[in-house]
């Protein structure tokens, strides 16, 4: 069975990432619920506690950008976007059952944060300095999808209509001022090229929270034009992967004669097709399966047990050091695949979610308390440093989506009862 080996400590031991070898064709299920509780335990009782306290910039406002392994966060110039990703993160918390009251407080403390640093037409500014200065004029489209996704969630939580009223707003001026002439968006309003798919997997995925909180047609529109942007432009259709950079005319980038692609941007598009597709009933035209396949076929090293940064369109490793945010990226496309299968197929899936599990594990739980690590080196070794503070919308929303599957799976499991089966 597959097991993270915690010792007395709660941390997963450090001789390997690699999950205990499984029995051929074995039922995964009490495998998958011990995995996702031991994250869920983590996430409350390590993680959350410290960025809900030592993550507050109680003097300025918002939330730190990076947390040291010992010592308090420097203090220097701040992305807002972070904070937005924080409201989302706490959103999240509340959502898998975290204390109501305190993941309330650190959203309203990071709304009131983005409130004060958006624009007189609701953009939201990109950099400050260390004295909360605008740092960099002009807009980036991907703070907006942040932003965006921020407001969705909290208004999810706090149910305050002058949320909603600010998102519609807001995605009036996206559309007035980001519009490229063909299709999607500009990067920038100062510097809109390169044009990227980044911000738009970021809208996408604001607009599938919108979609299922109002029923305001902008937001089904949005998602749709976001997935035909992934099917015309964005995806390559040879290799299933999607391209990271754009000219002006939507013609992917090339360094020297080859194009670059990040796996785990690959993988965090599938899984907002697979949610699209869920939440409208539209046509992901098979796309999911194929991308999640090439994501891990071309991007997943198997020596570590995890997710490449970057490889060449020719399959040969770009970067083979391995962030934090393509391993849970890619336990959530694996999960959301195994959702659409039976039999063989569902159980590959799984096995490699459980894979997946393992390698954000020994990320999340083999460092300072609530704290992460968040490059793993070409050796296996981890880079030293902070923890980005950016990453916990990441790492909560793998734990989230590994939480409910779970909870689903346990309805196959009978001889687990619930309150053996639910962590407290």
């Given at each position: 069975?597959?097991?993270?080996?915690?010792g007395?400590?709660?941390?997963?031991?450090?001789?390997?990432?690699?999950p205990?070898?499984l029995?051929?064709?074995?039922?995964?299920?009490?495998?998958?619920c011990s995995?996702?509780?031991?994250l869920?335990?983590?996430?409350f009782?390590?993680?959350?506690?410290?960025?809900?306290t030592v993550g507050?910039d109680?003097?300025?406002?918002?939330y730190v950008e990076?947390l040291?392994?010992?010592g308090?966060?420097k203090?220097?110039?701040?992305r807002?976007?972070?904070?937005?990703?924080?409201?989302?993160s706490?959103?999240e918390?509340?959502?898998l059952?975290?204390n109501?009251a305190a993941?309330?407080a650190?959203?309203?403390h990071?709304?009131?944060?983005?409130?004060?640093?958006?624009?007189p037409?609701g953009?939201?500014y990109n950099?400050?300095?260390?004295?909360?200065?605008?740092?960099?004029?002009g807009?980036?489209?991907?703070?907006q999808?942040?932003?965006?996704?921020?407001?969705a969630?909290a208004?999810?939580?706090l149910?305050?209509e002058d949320?909603?009223?600010?998102?519609?707003?807001?995605h009036?001026?996206?559309?007035?001022?980001?519009?490229h002439?063909?299709?999607?968006?500009?990067d920038?309003?100062?510097?809109p090229?390169?044009?990227?798919s980044?911000?738009?997997m970021?809208?996408?995925e604001?607009?599938l929270s919108?979609?299922?909180?109002?029923?305001d047609?902008i937001?089904t529109?949005?998602?749709?034009d976001m997935?035909?942007?992934?099917?015309?432009r964005l995806?390559?259709?040879?290799?299933a992967l999607?391209?990271s950079?754009?000219?002006?005319?939507?013609?992917?980038?090339?360094e020297?004669?080859?194009?670059?692609f990040?796996?785990?941007?690959?993988f965090?598009w599938?899984?907002?097709?697979?949610?699209w597709e869920?939440?409208?009933?539209?046509d992901t035209?098979?796309?999911?399966?194929?991308?999640v396949?090439?994501a891990?076929?071309?991007?997943?090293?198997?020596?570590?047990?995890?997710?490449?940064?970057?490889i060449?369109?020719?399959?040969?490793?770009?970067?083979a050091?391995a962030?934090?945010?393509?391993?849970?990226?890619r336990?959530?496309a694996?999960?959301a695949?195994?959702?659409r299968?039976?039999?063989?197929?569902?159980?590959?899936a799984?096995?490699?979610?459980l894979?997946?599990?393992?390698?954000v594990q020994?990320?999340?739980?083999?460092?300072?308390?609530?704290?992460?690590?968040d490059t793993?080196?070409?050796?296996?070794?981890?880079?030293?440093?902070?923890a980005?503070?950016?990453?916990?919308?990441?790492?909560?929303?793998?734990?989230g989506?590994?939480?409910?599957?779970?909870?689903?799976?346990?309805?196959?499991?009978?001889?687990?009862?619930f309150?053996?089966?639910e962590p407290?």
């Open positions: 069975m597959f097991s993270f080996m915690f007395r400590s709660g941390r997963r031991a450090e001789a390997s990432l690699q205990q070898p029995p051929p064709e074995a039922d995964l299920g009490p495998a998958l995995a996702a509780d031991n869920r335990k983590h996430l009782e390590e993680i959350l506690p410290l960025w809900s507050l109680h003097a300025r406002g918002g990076a040291p392994p010992v308090a966060a203090r220097g110039p701040r807002v976007r972070v904070t937005a990703r924080q409201v989302y706490f959103c918390a509340a959502q059952g975290w109501r993941a309330v650190c959203v309203r990071g709304h009131r944060f983005l409130l004060t640093n958006s624009g037409d953009l939201l950099l400050l300095d260390e004295d909360n200065d605008v740092q960099e004029s807009y980036q489209l991907v703070d999808a942040f932003l965006l996704l921020a407001y969630r208004y999810h939580l149910g305050d949320i909603a009223l600010r998102a519609r707003r807001l009036q001026v996206i559309v007035g001022q980001f519009s002439g063909d299709d999607g968006y500009r920038g309003s100062n510097q090229f390169p044009l990227r980044t911000p738009h970021h809208l996408l604001a607009a919108w979609i299922a909180l109002s029923p047609t937001w529109k949005l998602a749709e997935v035909a942007l992934l099917k015309s995806l390559d259709p040879e290799t999607v391209f950079a754009f000219d002006p005319q939507w013609r992917p980038l090339k020297g004669r080859m194009h670059r990040e796996p785990g941007l690959t965090e599938a899984w907002l097709m697979m949610r869920e939440l409208t009933g539209g035209a098979g796309y999911p399966d194929r991308m396949q090439a891990e076929r071309l991007g997943h090293d198997v020596e570590r047990n995890v997710t490449v940064n970057a060449w369109s020719n399959g040969a490793v770009s970067d050091a962030r934090l945010w393509p391993q849970t990226e336990l959530k694996w999960l695949l195994s959702d299968h039976f039999g063989r197929e569902a159980w590959t799984e096995k490699r979610a894979e997946a599990a393992a390698s020994a990320y999340v739980a083999n460092h300072a308390n609530g704290l992460w690590r793993m080196l070409n050796d296996g070794s981890f880079l030293p440093g902070e980005p503070a950016s990453s916990l919308y990441h790492i909560i929303c793998a734990i989506e590994f939480t409910r599957y779970a909870r689903r799976r346990r309805e196959s499991l009978p001889f687990l009862s309150a053996e089966a407290a």
